[in-house]
């Protein structure tokens, strides 16, 4: 501190004077000294400076001082300097400015932290360089802000003046010179205007968010409890099983390990699409906090137009995905088979675990899998179902031939005289049972013989009258047929055909679930067959009905 005073003793004056970096820096490195040593002309350097200079000296046995110039013949024996070394210990007490500090514009070597920045003079200041802004009075009407760093951001692009406005037209901040000329007529407001209406809007932002990490995380834990059900019903679902399966025959063995593949492997698979939200929901909370606290600390800021810039990219609000675990580990044909199978242990032995899918649709078999159980005999569990029906004459063709107390149907050449009957169909070959079949299992065997036959159900509301698709068993959204040929099988629904490739066979059995909406279609010799299964749902009582083509029948067996 230096102090000075005049002779009168009422009128004095002191000035201080806060030591600077760039008073004890060396000439060399240009940084602070570092182990500060003196040569004989007075000036000094760091000991590995001034070292390094000589070593470096293009001249052999000359040494100089690299300010002054002065030379020494003899390399000069530097001694260190204990006092500039403690007074530079004191100047590192100072707050130099660091990679995320304001720093002062005035100092010219190494910067010290800014405590103000002036609007007026566009410049940061540290504590020694404020003081004439604290003290002239010229100064003291200077616009003095918290530090704020890239001033240039702060000005105007075209007038170079302060930003002070913003224009809610253009939304942009705007100066004063902008808001008289190319902004007249626009909507402007100050920066604090704005950046109070947007501060509400981050607020109600803020909300949003904290309820949306209050829902993920009430998700996440419901996630977390249906992985956990989902578990322990599997594992249920294995011991029932498990105790099934250990009172039956060693034949078995296979069937119980396939059945306990397909419930771990829907486990596998929701758990891991479980886990995979899970990690995503966890994510969205993680990232859904950061934004959070980066509005909150945004908030906290005094720049309005760092706040302005940030405020969009922050209130974005993020998309949400959904997702819906199922805990249905085995399909409903197959829960159904294994409750019978349960009542009738006597036939398992003959039984084979199948995934239709493999071969009815192998497209979809990994993510869609159909699986059944296929009996080896003519099956007692699908006996047990079946059902006495016989064919409606007045639903008949004239070209169809009714016999064997109407359970059987052929194809002649001759017209047989049926009266007339609004029900009857009078140009597709076809023919409907009496019987309707609704709310319950019904199944049922025709034998088949001759070129082609097609063995379907349909609602009692098909047209009958006619030569269009609405007419024809299969064709439209009113039936389901399988049609059989010496070369092919193929099913029909709503005029859309689905190729079967299955073993050959002149006996076929329907199985019909109404209640599940699913009607069966199986192959019968020594073995049986599913050839195909149509998965829909029933609004009608179903009708049997037969298409028959030339010079073929069709006779109910079962």
Not at 36 to 52: A, E, F, Q
Not at 127 to 132: D, V
Not at 231 to 259: C, D, G, N, P, W
């Amino acid at each position: 501190m230096l102090v000075c005073q005049t002779g009168s003793s009422s009128s004095s004056f002191t000035m201080t004077a806060r030591p600077s970096a760039d008073q004890y820096c060396c000439s060399v490195c240009l940084d602070v000294l570092k182990e500060p040593v003196s040569l004989t002309c007075g000036h000094n350097y760091c000991l590995d400076c001034i070292n390094g200079y000589w070593e470096k000296s293009d001249k052999e046995g000359i040494y100089n001082c690299p300010q002054c110039n002065q030379t020494f013949n003899v390399r000069p024996e530097v001694k260190k300097n204990v006092m500039l070394k403690d007074l530079i210990a004191q100047l590192n007490t100072t707050n130099y400015a660091g990679a995320d500090d304001v720093s002062c514009d005035a100092c010219n070597r190494r910067k010290l932290r800014a405590v103000k920045t002036c609007l007026t003079c566009m410049a940061s200041y540290c504590e020694t360089h404020l003081q004439p802004h604290q003290q002239s009075e010229a100064f003291k009407r200077h616009n003095l802000e918290e530090p704020i760093g890239n001033l240039e951001e702060k000005l105007c692009m075209k007038h170079q003046k302060v930003l002070e406005n913003f224009c809610r037209l253009d939304e942009t901040c705007i100066c004063l010179l902008c808001a008289a000329t190319d902004h007249k007529r626009h909507n402007s407001v100050t920066l604090e205007e704005e950046r109070a209406e947007k501060q509400c809007h981050m607020e109600s932002r803020m909300e949003e968010i904290k309820i949306r990490i209050e829902e993920k995380e009430k998700k996440l834990e419901e996630m977390k409890e249906t992985v956990m059900r989902i578990q322990s019903s599997a594992e249920r679902e294995v011991q029932e099983y498990e105790e099934t399966f250990k009172s039956v025959l060693e034949s078995i063995e296979k069937l119980r390990s396939e059945v306990i593949d397909v419930i771990r492997g829907h486990e596998r698979r929701e758990v891991r699409r479980a886990e995979k939200f899970m990690d995503q929901v966890e994510k969205d909370i993680v990232e859904l906090k950061i934004r959070g606290a980066e509005m909150a600390e945004l908030l906290q800021t005094g720049d309005h137009i760092h706040f302005l810039k940030m405020f969009p990219s922050l209130c974005v609000p993020p998309e949400d995905e959904e997702i819906v675990l199922s805990s249905d580990f085995l399909p409903e044909t197959l829960r159904a088979s294994l409750s019978d199978l349960k009542e009738s242990l006597e036939e398992v032995s003959a039984w084979e675990f199948v995934n239709t899918s493999v071969f009815l649709f192998p497209s979809s078999a990994v993510n869609n899998p159909d699986y059944t159980l296929r009996n080896q005999r003519i099956t007692a569990q699908l006996l047990k179902y079946s059902c006495w029906i016989t064919l409606d004459p007045n639903s008949a063709h004239r070209c169809l031939c009714l016999s064997e107390e109407n359970r059987k149907v052929t194809r002649v050449g001759t017209v047989t005289p049926y009266h007339d009957h609004p029900d009857r169909f009078d140009f597709w070959p076809h023919v409907l049972c009496r019987e309707a079949l609704s709310g319950t299992r019904c199944y049922w065997e025709v034998e088949w013989s001759g070129e082609w036959t097609e063995i379907g159900v349909m609602y009692k509301g098909i047209d009958r009258k006619g030569w269009s698709k609405e007419c024809r068993l299969g064709f439209n959204d009113k039936s389901w047929s399988l049609c059989c040929s010496d070369f092919s099988y193929s099913a029909w629904h709503n005029n859309m055909k689905t190729e079967i490739s299955a073993p050959y066979s002149h006996k076929i059995g329907v199985y019909l679930d109404c209640l599940a909406g699913s009607l069966s279609f199986y192959s019968i010799s020594d073995i049986m067959n599913l050839l195909y299964r149509f998965k829909t749902t029933f609004t009608e009582p179903l009708y049997v009905g037969f298409a028959v083509g030339w010079d073929s029948s069709v006779t109910i067996c079962l």
